[in-house]
């Protein structure tokens, strides 16, 4: 496919003709959110595109198809399955190609382009889908060495069943927020020093990052029948950057013996553009090694089962401080998604679409390429250093957190997931 575009597509820009991620919108001409996709600087209404007969020229594209586009989110988009979203991405890619066999829907038509393509800073934008259950896992085995290295040692740093089983744990679907969405700082009990057997109250301390990349489902499974890993890739409708706050110290204090609670369900940032399976497809990788033999139901055919996503964390001070905190990739994952939605339904948990599952914190092996702050402050014992003078532990009120991630090299056309960003207000008062 030529990636060439009649409209101008900046160089480097994450919505390349390669890539075209669905969202939810609202423009100037429509208060109310419905799907979009992101091209270059631009956003295209597909609500507004198809009901002035954007979609005409596309065989068996009905009134009915139209209507998905007006939904507030994009379950009902997702719902109808990887083959029909690889029809729309497919001809709206020949929609904006340079040598587009549809040049009326919209290259030659100026009231075409007035009423449906929008300069993305003129739109807002929306959580993409209605999640009806999150669930994040635990699947970066650096950030699994490291902290348990910090909490135990390095001979006992990973518990006995890590590498047997993708870890996880159901988190909270109401508190999951587009990217923008200013992040409370949490209240909640922890201990002020190891030492202590009593908690203190009050605003969390140690409110930390954690790194991810989240999948966004399309298909769910009957209660009682698991998804075969070999399917399992069929769910998925697309993926986002996912950053799943955390507040280590309240952490520390609720997680025995049932795991995070207050700790984690109070915010948790997905970026609003969702880049589909198809658009990733031909940037499949292999992920960590795993030396142990797995039970039969989580050994998948394909050895490149997770992708080679490029990851990037800045931090920006409330004083304007920018720095590059991390630059690590989606390859530091030992378990793929496909394995991880196997064994969440192995017992027979249904799914359903608009799911979301976390790949738990993606880091690197070296500095510089750590998904936390936890790993980067060494538990809260150090102090480090970061361009133009930015020293942390943990995030401070006034802070802003941005990932980036994209696959594809400098100089060719990237399919990239944009922003997803959040930034840190102090906490309320009781």
Same mark, same amino acid.
């Given at each position: ?13 994450? +919505? ?5 991620? /669905? ?22 209404? $597909? ?21 998905? +586009? ?6 009902? %988009? ?11 991405? &497919? ?33 807002? !934008?929306?959580?993409?889908? @209605? ?6 896992? +635990? ?11 910090? %909490? ?10 890590? =590498? ?36 203190? /109250?009050?605003? *969390? ?27 399992? &890739?069929?769910?998925?409708?697309? /993926? ?26 109070? #915010? ?8 589909? @399976? ?42 304007? @401080? !920018? #720095? ?8 530091? =994952?030992?378990?793929? +998604?496909?394995?991880?939605? #196997? ?9 359903? !679409? ?15 390429? $750590?998904?936390?702050?936890?790993? #980067? ?6 102090? /480090?250093? $970061? ?19 994209? *696959? ?5 056309? =990237? !399919?990239?997931?944009? &922003? ?11």
């Amino acid at each position: 496919m030529s990636t060439a575009s009649w409209l101008e597509i900046p160089s480097g820009s994450h +919505f390349s003709l390669a890539n075209i991620p /669905f969202g939810i919108i609202t423009t100037p001409a429509s208060a109310e959110p419905h799907a979009a996709i992101a091209i270059g600087d631009h956003v295209l209404d $597909l609500y507004t595109f198809a009901v002035n007969s954007g979609f005409a020229a596309l065989q068996n594209f009905t009134p009915e198809h139209a209507k998905l +586009f007006s939904q507030s989110t994009l379950n009902h %988009f997702a719902a109808t399955g990887q083959v029909f979203h690889r029809y729309i991405r &497919e001809y709206l890619q020949n929609v904006f190609a340079l040598n587009t066999t549809v040049p009326q829907v919209l290259k030659d038509s100026n009231t075409a382009r007035e009423a449906a393509l929008f300069h993305k800073k003129d739109v807002k !934008v929306y959580i993409p889908m @209605k999640i009806a259950g999150y669930t994040d896992f +635990f699947a970066g085995r650096n950030h699994a060495y490291n902290c348990g290295c910090i %909490f135990r040692d390095s001979q006992k740093a990973l518990q006995p069943n890590y =590498l047997h089983l993708p870890v996880g744990y159901s988190s909270r679907a109401s508190s999951v927020v587009v990217s923008g969405t200013p992040i409370r700082r949490p209240l909640g009990q922890y201990l002020a020093n190891k030492m202590d057997t009593a908690s203190q /109250f009050g605003p *969390c301390r140690r409110l930390d990052i954690e790194l991810e990349l989240g999948a966004l489902l399309c298909r769910g499974n009957e209660m009682g029948e698991p998804i075969p890993v070999d399917k399992a &890739e069929e769910y998925i409708f697309g /993926f986002v950057i996912l950053n799943d706050w955390s507040a280590r110290d309240i952490q520390a204090w609720e997680a025995v013996p049932l795991g995070p609670f207050n700790a984690k369900n109070f #915010a948790s940032s997905i970026s609003p553009w969702v880049i589909l @399976k198809d658009a990733i497809e031909g940037f499949h990788a292999k992920g960590i090694p795993n030396e142990t033999q797995l039970h039969p139901y989580l050994q998948e055919s394909r050895l490149d089962n997770v992708y080679d996503i490029n990851l990037e964390v800045e931090i920006k001070t409330a004083d304007g @401080k !920018v #720095a590059t905190f991390a630059r690590t990739n989606g390859k530091n =994952l030992v378990f793929s +998604f496909a394995q991880m939605l #196997a064994h969440h339904t192995i017992g027979g948990c249904p799914m359903k !679409v608009g799911d979301l599952i976390g790949s738990g914190t993606i880091s690197g092996t070296e500095p510089g390429s $750590l998904g936390s702050f936890l790993e #980067a402050s060494a538990g809260g014992t150090r102090t /480090f250093e $970061l361009e133009n003078g930015i020293q942390r532990k943990f995030l401070q009120d006034g802070d802003s957190i941005s990932i980036r991630a994209w *696959c594809g090299k400098d100089g060719s056309p =990237l !399919v990239g997931f944009g &922003e997803c960003e959040g930034t840190i207000k102090p906490a309320p008062t009781l």
